[in-house]
């Protein structure tokens, strides 16, 4: 069976190689944007269906190979770089719904007082973008 990168990224992660897993990862690969799960949806429904779907996003967030990315709409998912170790913000335009990664801007979890554990960080900054602002 050829090792595709989908594969190779959820052996790496120690997750066990399924269809539904692959073509995810593949969307993601693919797309080189994040996805909303409305989109996600629409796309996987020949091959799976949408509980499956959700429980396989979580267990690919819950490993590190996407990322969730909240907002009023419900959020999206992007698919994490695997050599990129640093948090870093992002940006949601309001208008067109795009999300941009601003590796450039970091973001510490030595913040907080040594006796937290931080488990989790967010930081998506909204507005508009420059493309939506031009017009």
């Not at 949601?92 to 795009?98: A, D, E, F, T, V």
Request: net charge positive; proline share 2%; charged share 30%.
């Amino acid at each position: 069976m050829k090792s595709t990168t989908a594969a190779k990224i959820l052996v790496k992660k120690g997750l066990s190689v399924t269809e539904i897993r692959e073509k995810l990862i593949q969307l993601f690969l693919i797309s080189k944007k994040p996805l909303s799960k409305t989109f996600i949806d629409e796309k996987a429904k020949e091959w799976a269906d949408r509980v499956s779907v959700y429980r396989n996003l979580l267990t690919l967030c819950e490993k590190g190979i996407l990322r969730k990315i909240s907002s009023e709409e419900g959020g999206v998912y992007l698919l994490v770089n695997q050599k990129e170790k640093k948090q870093h913000m992002h940006f949601k335009c309001r208008h067109c719904h795009q999300v941009y990664c601003f590796t450039n801007i970091e973001i510490s979890p030595n913040l907080l007082p040594v006796d937290f554990k931080v488990e989790n960080i967010e930081f998506t900054a909204t507005g508009l973008c420059n493309k939506c602002l031009k017009n």
